[in-house]
């Protein structure tokens, strides 16, 4: 073995290997029956992040875990389209040549977008395979393949022919930099510092209502002016008041409502039903005209008069111009408010009356609903199980349609004849009957083939729409259409319903709400029983991480410098249950440091000094491990075959200190195992660095390397049969190294398929065990005092220390393992006894009725010494005054985050930890 770990050396040989041969397919005929998982995929234009880092890394784990349980596991890989994004990256890619996607034509448009997605659009793959993703890389899918295309056609024309597809007109999120509408979700609202302008509107017969705005622009698209019918200020104005809308010779209404906010501004609001969600409402409930007057580019239209040609926050400038000139601005000030941005390309986005497809969500959020609270479908953390019940109880009708070219077009055709006409009558007039369009009436057909002619006129002159559905249609199908539905595959009867869902709290409501919807509706199963919400990247202070910020950290960076390893261990030993990630570059040292402290280890056991004696290093002994299927028979797992015997914990050969490793290896088998079966990802990394780190390499190597020179044949093979299952334990986060060390081992074939281990913890609770494992957590106990006292008195590494050890019973115990006691505490001389005395200088530790006693004259100035730890003392109590200060401060603790004020008072806790520390070794130095 080489003296250091290289990743560089292992990782793409190994990755290639895996998949080359297959390893990674699921088994049929595993004991245990299937497990799947569906990847939640990229999008086709994305680059590895740390969120897909994390959120793959957690899917991993899982999978190869259950694989090693005996599962047919299946982790289903592929890509989204991303219809806007992929659209926007290739326009930009025409901008450079001078050319837009209108000159170049649909057709031809679609043809480059497809050209770009097989040149860049594997990128991610790729770079999941890097991170040691073990997808089955043969059921790979993308969105808009053949299958998947097929999917999204057959479930709109269902849907359709269901009654839950329709065509009508609403005000919908419109991005006039993308041109095409968004859904709720797709629209992120950022506060913005802005104005509210009051505006005098004229009384027709006399006297004046101020209205306060933040759009002025709008102004122009007025029907009505509203009030509180409880409003004292207004209760002079009649209800068939009128008033005269303010630079536009026009007529409009004054209503009252008791929908509207007396407190907001003046009380009295303008309604806008074309350019305002709340004003649409008013709109529809008293039949108001809605007049648009801003155009799909954000430009006003001819319905804006004089502003007509100008861009919507140009206009706004004008207008509030205007108003001072005419003397209608009574006053400004200013105003936050939160204004919704295009998710994409963070354009502000404008409300629009538009005609759109759309899908009526109340019957599928009730299957929705009925998932969680009949069908047992669960979150994890089960805090999100509100937040998914309190959208889907307060849903709204989803928007799909998208004007873009880059998707599946929508399945719908319109006679050029009854079209025009029928949404010339609808387009501008009231709003006070249905908003759904009369697909008869229109000259719609909805059909996967071109109708052959009109069936309301008999035209033959049909045309398909032009729009595509938005990204999410298709995504809601991932669980089920990316294994072959509406196809009845075998894929889809063995792996569907999938297992678990692992992915962000982001996408909730875009995706895995969607989803089980989908599931209920078309397959009557829930397409997961359990959904994992992992955390959110961010850096440390709070943010979160983003090329716009430019505090990104790249995990193909860190896996070129740490290894893929380093960087899935570190980000799971981070990830705590549902809890955000706070990074940064150090925080990876953890998982690199430890893959190195792995080999080493590994190292010392497989390629050990030759014995002094024997002058020849160990032979291992061989072995097969049998697996016992569900009907009790036994197979070779010969795919995945360790290379060691099996230990017996009652083996009479045995030592103290084998006992306790040995016990310790059934406790942490047991503790991963459940980690796991909780989603305790962070849990299982900590449970396995503690073992790896602390009780095997600091305690039990170090043992081992005397009891080598008495029992080398039985240290031997303890230190392997460890060794091998702690390899096991490890190889779901960490499957490089465990793959390259399970073959120095000997293991034949892959871990991958090697069986999980099974902790039997029957006799632990046995006389002798139990002693021996309260004899080598004495030994610990003592060794590990003795090394805090060199640590906290900086006693010179180089430099031994004499122990001395006052106790009653038990002195046979010490005296028996003088050796390890001196190996393990630097000691150059150990004396036991009932009735010892500290000599003067020395550092005393107590252990229950044991105390030790290290003399530190001649090794230390215990003059500086004291002096070095009265000016720690100092600099720990003004850290720990500025904290307390911080906390009582009411203004601190009112508006910080609880986050930030829960990890101050930590802090401080620490601080006045480690002060107490502190004054107990100045006492011991008088």
């Known amino acids: 073995m080489s003296e250091a770990y290289n990743p560089s050396d292992v990782e793409a040989r190994l990755a290639a290997e895996w998949e080359s041969q297959g390893h990674f397919k699921p088994d049929l005929n595993a004991p245990q029956g299937p497990f799947s998982i569906v990847i939640p995929p990229p999008n086709v234009t994305g680059i590895l992040h740390m969120g897909h880092a994390l959120n793959n890394t957690l899917q991993d784990i899982l999978v190869r875990w259950k694989r090693m349980q005996g599962y047919s596991a299946l982790w289903v890989p592929g890509t989204d389209h991303a219809g806007i994004a992929t659209q926007n990256v290739v326009e930009r890619q025409l901008a450079k040549e001078k050319i837009t996607r209108h000159q170049l034509g649909r057709e031809k448009f679609v043809e480059k977008v497809w050209e770009w997605k097989e040149q860049y659009g594997s990128t991610i793959v790729r770079q999941l395979r890097r991170l040691g993703s073990s997808c089955d890389w043969s059921h790979e899918r993308f969105t808009m393949d053949e299958g998947l295309s097929k999917a999204v056609q057959h479930c709109f024309l269902e849907l359709h022919k269901a009654g839950l597809v329709y065509r009508g007109y609403y005000l919908v999120n419109w991005c006039p930099r993308c041109q095409t509408a ?297 669980p089920f259409s990316t294994l072959g539905w509406p196809e009845q595959t075998k894929d889809l009867a063995t792996f569907y319903p999938t297992s678990v869902l692992v992915t962000g709290q982001d996408i909730i409501f875009f995706w895995v709400a969607r989803m089980v919807m989908a599931g209920k509706f078309f397959l009557k199963k829930i397409p997961f029983k359990d959904v994992y919400i992992h955390g959110i990247i961010r850096v440390e202070g709070g943010k979160k991480m983003s090329k716009s910020l430019g505090n990104i950290i790249d995990p193909l960076e860190i896996i070129e410098r740490m290894g893929a390893d380093g960087l899935r261990f570190s980000i799971a030993h981070m990830a705590s249950e549902g809890q955000d990630l706070y990074l940064s570059e150090n925080k990876f040292l953890i998982g690199r440091n430890f893959a190195n402290k792995l080999w080493n280890a590994s190292r010392l056991i497989l390629d050990p000094a030759p014995d002094a004696a024997s002058g020849a290093p160990a032979v291992p002994g061989q072995s097969s491990t049998l697996h016992k299927t569900k009907e009790g028979s036994a197979e070779l797992r010969a795919a995945g075959t360790p290379s060691v015997s099996p230990v017996a914990l009652d083996s009479p050969s045995l030592t103290v200190a084998d006992i306790w490793i040995l016990t310790r290896l059934e406790e942490v088998t047991a503790s991963v195992t459940e980690s796991l079966n909780e989603y305790r990802f962070n849990e299982m990394a900590r449970h396995l660095y503690q073992f790896v780190w602390n009780d095997f390499c600091d305690w039990y190597l170090e043992t081992a390397k005397l009891q080598r020179e008495d029992n080398l044949e039985q240290t031997e093979r303890v230190l392997r049969y460890v060794l091998e299952r702690t390899l096991r334990l490890l190889h779901p986060i960490m499957p490089f190294i465990t793959e390259e060390l399970w073959r120095k081992m000997g293991g034949q074939g892959t871990i991958s398929k090697a069986i999980w281990p099974e902790a039997d913890l029957s006799k632990k609770g046995s006389v002798k065990v139990a002693q021996a494992i309260g004899e080598f957590g004495s030994l610990k106990s003592i060794i590990g005092a003795v090394r805090n006292i060199r640590a906290t008195f900086r006693v010179p590494a180089k430099e031994k220390v004499k122990l001395l050890i006052r106790v009653k019973f038990a002195e046979d115990l010490f005296l028996r393992n003088e050796k390890l006691i001196k190996r393990l505490g630097q000691i150059s001389e150990l004396t036991v006894g009932p009735d010892i005395l500290p000599p003067p200088g020395s550092a005393a530790a107590y252990s229950g009725s044991v105390s030790l006693f290290v003399p530190l004259a001649g090794l230390i100035d215990i003059p500086a010494e004291r002096q070095r730890i009265q000016k720690e003392m100092e600099s720990l109590q003004t850290r720990a005054q500025s904290k307390k200060g911080r906390l009582n401060d009411p203004t601190f603790r009112n508006k910080a985050p609880a986050d930030v004020v829960a990890e101050e008072e930590e802090s401080l806790k620490e601080l006045e930890g480690e002060l107490s520390k502190w004054a107990e070794s100045l006492k011991q130095l008088q």
């Open 182 to 478: 968004l859904s709720d979700e797709e629209v992120t609202h950022e506060e913005v510092k802005g104005h509210l302008w009051y505006i005098k509107y004229p009384v027709t017969l006399g006297g004046e209502i101020v209205v306060a705005t933040t759009r002025p622009e709008t102004m122009l698209g007025d029907v009505a002016v509203a009030v509180h019918p409880d409003d004292e200020r207004y209760k002079k104005y009649k209800k068939n008041q009128e008033l005269d809308l303010p630079l536009i010779a026009r007529r409009i209404k004054f209503i009252q409502d008791p929908a509207i906010d007396m407190e907001f501004g003046t009380g009295a609001v303008k309604v806008t039903p074309a350019h305002d969600p709340v004003d649409f409402l008013l709109g529809q409930k008293y039949g108001l005209e809605a007049i648009r007057v801003i155009d799909p580019d954000g430009r006003m239209n001819e319905q804006a008069g004089p502003y007509a040609g100008l861009d919507r926050f140009k206009c706004r400038e004008k207008i509030v111009a205007d108003l001072e000139a005419h003397r209608l601005l009574d006053k400004v000030e200013n105003h936050k408010a939160s204004v919704g941005h295009c998710y994409r390309c963070k354009t502000i986005i404008e409300p629009m009356l538009s005609p759109q497809w759309f899908v009526r969500m109340k019957p599928l959020a009730a299957l929705g609903i009925e998932a969680v609270e009949k069908d047992g479908m669960r979150f994890v953390p089960e805090r999100w199980t509100k937040v998914y019940l309190d959208w889907l109880n307060n849903i709204r009708d989803w928007c799909i349609s998208r004007q873009i070219w880059w998707g599946h077009r929508i399945p719908a055709w319109y006679c050029k004849r009854c079209y025009p006409e029928y949404t010339q009558r609808q387009q501008r007039g009231t709003l006070s009957g249905t908003l759904v369009i009369d697909e008869g009436h229109a000259g719609i057909v909805v059909s996967a083939q071109a109708p052959s002619s009109c069936p309301r006129c008999g035209g033959k002159d049909m045309v398909q729409d032009e729009d595509v559905l938005d990204t999410w249609f298709s995504s809601w199908l991932w």
